[in-house]
T-cell receptor, first 109, second 110 residues
Framework: GQNIDQPTEMTATEGAIVQINCTYQ??????LFWYQQHAGEAPTFLSY??LDGLEEKGRFSSFLSRSKGYSYLLLKELQMKDSASYLC??????????WGAGTKLIIKP | DVKVTQSSRYLVKRTGEKVFLECVQD?????MFWYRQDPGLGLRLIYF???????EKGDIPEGYSVSREKKERFSLILESASTNQTSMYLC?????????FGQGTRLTVV
């Protein structure tokens, strides 16, 4: 079956670094997405990885290992506005997105 | 700026009512999707469409239908609303990979 696993909730301190992990099992693979969703709002695109390695975009980086079925999202210099849910999604061979349940990130001052 | 617009942010309907949720995108995307989002569960795909007048069932199509008469508009229909359809409904559109989401409709069925 198809499955995406990510932690339900994480807590971190303002100014620190946090890594949110995601493991996936999908029928075929056409890339791994990370989205950010603030409470009551729509998900917004953060990153897309289809090749192994690290993609850096400002304070946010995303890593992919296809052989391990593993990705992580790294957030540096955390700010209070980073408090949100972070959704991991894998695109399968039919170009359908399979979504994780999301990780709620709580930032404390 | 890309835009996906859903007709309502909040909706309260009675059990048994027919409910229409509308979604419009201005990006000329071929692909459009309807999801529902419930606490502790990932986004679950209800229906999607790859082109005008085309529709495909997602993972949880029961109790729903869709309509795509024009490229920019994708409607979700709850034929006879039930309390277990109380949820956040999200519409999305995409060209190839990245999906753009509407602001969501929080539907409560009483």
């Amino acid at each position: 079956g198809q499955n995406i696993d990510q932690p339900t909730e994480m807590t971190a301190t303002e100014g620190a670094i946090v890594q949110i992990n995601c493991t996936y099992q999908t029928s075929g693979f056409n890339g791994l997405f990370w989205y950010q969703q603030h409470a009551g709002e729509a998900p917004t695109f953060l990153s897309y990885n289809v090749l192994d390695g690290l993609e850096e975009k400002g304070r946010f980086s995303s890593f992919l290992s296809r052989s391990k079925g593993y990705s992580y999202l790294l957030l540096k210099e955390l700010q209070m506005k980073d408090s949100a849910s972070y959704l991991c999604a894998s695109m399968d061979s039919n170009y359908q997105l399979i979504w994780g349940a999301g990780t709620k990130l709580i930032i404390k001052p | 700026d890309v835009k996906v617009t859903q007709s309502s942010r909040y909706l309260v309907k009675r059990t048994g009512e027919k409910v229409f949720l509308e979604c419009v995108q201005d990006m000329d995307h071929e692909n459009m999707f309807w999801y529902r989002q419930d606490p502790g569960l990932g986004l679950r795909l209800i229906y999607f469409s790859y082109d005008v007048k085309m529709k495909e069932k997602g993972d949880i199509p029961e109790g729903y239908s869709v309509s795509r008469e024009k490229k920019e508009r994708f409607s979700l229909i709850l034929e006879s609303a039930s309390t277990n359809q109380t949820s956040m409904y999200l519409c999305a559109s995409s060209k190839l990979t990245e999906a753009f989401f509407g602001q969501g409709t929080r539907l409560t069925v009483v």
